[in-house]
């Protein structure tokens, strides 16, 4: 049901309403005036047939008959004359006002007085008065039937003029529905022009704010749409980079090991065997071959130690705890002063690491030690792995200076950083905090793809 409809039906109940308790009302004055027209009428024509009956009946039957011929119709009066065996001698003549029409009984039996009966007797005869409302019921009728055409009349045209008015005053909320049905079907520019009336210029207004604040909400979201996937798309190239660079990496570590590393031991021991044959006839050869045999030993042994920066390679070849051993073993040969515990809390002799996974826990302790040693300037290092629910935690603690407050935003800490984004890309968490006793915590978990049945 419409708007327009409730409005104008409310309008007609109580219109309606008010008519009928005015018909009501008009009811009762009718029933009041009918009443007292009726008994007055009959008291009038009482007292004057009272007061002429004996003056007539003495002259005899005929003079009072005559007399009542002469009188004829009493208005609201029925009159009666009988002899002394009640056989009538006259009646009243039926009235010519409004001849042949009467009110319906229903309305009759509401308006219409209790009927009363006179008896006057003299000699030879009496006189019977009977009440009549009929005409003044009639008119009364006539009356109630103008009032209710009146009334319907009015009634009309009261609900055309509401129903237009009203149609007029909701015009705006067709409007604001045809605008509402378009923001639904995603049209999310549409406004709404001024509306006429206080209620829906508001509404009107309300709705343009929320379609504002809407566009807004939607431009916002699409940004952030933007910026997630450029966000996703940069942390798949950023994998992307780390797996190349990775991969150069052991490439490179291997061609050093392999090939440059052999050709460096034979340019060592080929100068070596220089130096030997010209040992006794040139003495300045000798010296530049075993110069070379020197350098060449030099190069050998930097060449070893830039190895396992690149990658480690003992990681493919005997695993992440081989790997981890020769990290702490090379750690403590260069710094001497440095204390390195090293507890394993798992048991990975049956336990299978995919690569990746592998090299990110080694790569998570790389980057502890040297963050230990060159930032915190740590003395003591605990390094451990164990089982930790359906994964694995690498924590690594010193005793260094700890964080300093604007850790996050220092430049020297973007390999933290880039440690916590390597993690995430295999589905684990880094955690950096301060240590128990000083120094810093460092914590990174991974899940394990496969079950861990050789946890300890």
Request: aromatic share 6%; with cysteine; glycine share 8%.
């Amino acid at each position: 049901m419409t708007l327009r409809l409730k409005i104008n039906l409310i309008v007609s109940l109580l219109t309606m309403l008010f008519v009928t308790a005015m018909l009501a009302l008009q009811l009762r004055a009718m029933r009041e005036s009918v009443h007292e027209e009726v008994v007055a009428a009959n008291r009038v024509a009482a007292q004057l047939l009272n007061r002429t009956a004996w003056l007539y009946a003495a002259q005899g039957t005929p003079a009072m008959l005559s007399f009542l011929q002469g009188v004829g119709r009493v208005r609201s009066n029925d009159i009666t004359l009988l002899d002394n065996d009640d056989k009538v001698l006259y009646s009243s003549p039926t009235s010519v006002y409004k001849a042949g029409r009467d009110a319906p009984d229903w309305f009759a039996g509401l308006v219409s007085p209790p009927p009363s009966k006179l008896s006057i007797a003299f000699p030879g005869g009496k006189l019977v008065v009977h009440s009549n409302a009929s005409r003044a019921v009639l008119d009364a009728w006539d009356d109630f039937v103008l009032l209710t055409l009146s009334a319907l009349g009015l009634l009309a045209v009261v609900n055309a003029g509401v129903f237009w008015l009203v149609g007029r005053a909701t015009r705006p909320f067709g409007d604001i529905v045809d605008a509402l049905n378009q923001l639904e079907s995603g049209r999310f520019d549409v406004a709404l022009g001024a509306l006429p009336g206080t209620e829906a210029g508001a509404i009107g207004a309300a709705f343009n704010r929320m379609v504002g604040m809407l566009q807004q909400h939607i431009e916002t979201e699409r940004r952030a749409v933007r910026a997630e996937s450029r966000l996703s798309e940069s942390r798949e190239l950023g994998r992307w980079v780390d797996q190349k660079i990775e991969q150069e990496r052991r490439l490179i570590a291997r061609e050093l090991h392999d090939e440059l590393g052999q050709s460096v031991t034979a340019m060592r021991s080929m100068a070596l065997s220089i130096a030997q044959r010209v040992q006794a006839l040139d003495p300045q050869s000798e010296q530049a071959a075993r110069l070379i045999a020197e350098e060449s030993g030099r190069l050998y042994t930097a060449m070893h130690g830039m190895i396992p920066r690149l990658t480690p390679l003992v990681l493919d070849k005997f695993g992440l705890v081989a790997a981890l051993e020769d990290l702490v073993e090379r750690t403590r040969n260069s710094h001497g002063g440095v204390e390195i515990e090293w507890r394993l809390g798992i048991e990975l002799d049956r336990l299978r690491l995919d690569t990746d996974t592998a090299l990110v826990l080694y790569r998570a302790a790389q980057e502890g030690i040297t963050n230990a040693l060159r930032h915190g300037h740590a003395r003591s290092l605990r390094l451990q792995l164990r089982a930790e629910g359906d994964g694995i935690a690498l924590e690594m603690q010193d005793d260094g200076s700890g964080l300093p407050p604007d850790w996050a935003a220092n430049g020297a800490r973007r390999g933290l950083r880039w440690l916590a984004e390597r993690v995430e890309s295999v589905g684990g968490q880094c955690e950096v905090a301060p240590g128990g006793e000083g120094g810093v915590c460092l914590k990174v978990r991974v899940p394990l793809s496969e079950p861990a049945e050789a946890l300890a």
